[in-house]
């Protein structure tokens, strides 16, 4: 669920408060979604037990809302709260990277917009991460979601682009975004991405197979 937090009256926070929970009731049509809604909601009141206002102050302001979640679970009072042991941080670490990757370069398409850019079908576009050809990050019952980069308003996809994921193909697409964006000394610390948008595909096709190579390994 999205809720638009915001600073000002106790008014308007407990309008947001009545908002959200009314989307959460809508959203919870199913006993496994009531059951996950249940058990998160009280995780969120032991956070509100723990934190200390200007901790949570802090977090309201947040660019997402999801990312409200990750920065207050990221104080070091909600990771006793977690009991998940060393692990914590480096799974927090872990989701706040996912997220990076996604926003970057212009964030993701959906599935639709990813098709009209195209111009092709839902199913064509779903055919083609199908076979290697995109790079599409499951996002539940929601699909699929295509970082935007890929995309060129003149050749369709970035050109070399389907040869370096064929390169790739070892890698989950996740490591394959990372891949992506991500600077290299072996490209002069420049991302992959950005070598390949000025022509250079022989040298980007050299790196992923190296990399590839590191996953088949």
């Keep these: 669920m999205s809720v638009s ?4 009256t106790s008014g308007g926070s407990a309008d947001n408060l009545s908002r959200a929970l009314r989307r959460l009731q809508e959203a919870s049509d199913s006993a496994e979604k009531e059951a996950f809604a249940s058990r998160a ?12 206002a200007g901790t949570l102050l802090a977090a309201t302001g947040a660019a997402s809302d999801y990312d409200v979640l990750l920065q207050a679970l990221e104080h070091p009072a909600a990771l006793r709260m977690l009991d998940a042991g060393p692990l914590a941080k480096a799974k927090l670490r872990g989701l706040r990277y996912r ?3 996604m926003n970057a370069e ?12 195209l111009g092709l079908t839902r199913q064509a576009v779903d055919k083609r991460r199908r076979s290697g050809r995109l790079i ?3 996002t539940g019952r929601r699909g699929y979601a295509y970082p935007a980069w890929q995309f060129d308003q003149q050749h369709g996809t970035v050109p ?3 040869a370096v994921l064929a390169d790739l193909q070892a890698h989950d697409p996740w490591m394959q975004l990372s891949f992506m964006v991500n600077p290299t000394p072996y490209l002069a610390d420049r991302t992959p991405l950005d070598v390949l948008r000025a022509g250079e595909v022989e040298a980007v096709r050299r790196t992923a197979q190296a990399f590839g190579e590191q996953g088949a390994a």
């Design 41 to 52: 909601l009280y995780a969120i009141a032991r956070l509100l037990d723990t934190q200390e």
């Design 160 to 162: 070399g682009l389907e």
């Design 5 to 8: 937090i915001q600073h000002g």
């Design 99 to 101: 997220e990076l990757l």
């Design 136 to 138: 599409g990050l499951s």
């Design 106 to 117: 212009g964030g993701t398409y959906s599935s639709q917009e990813a098709a009209d850019v």
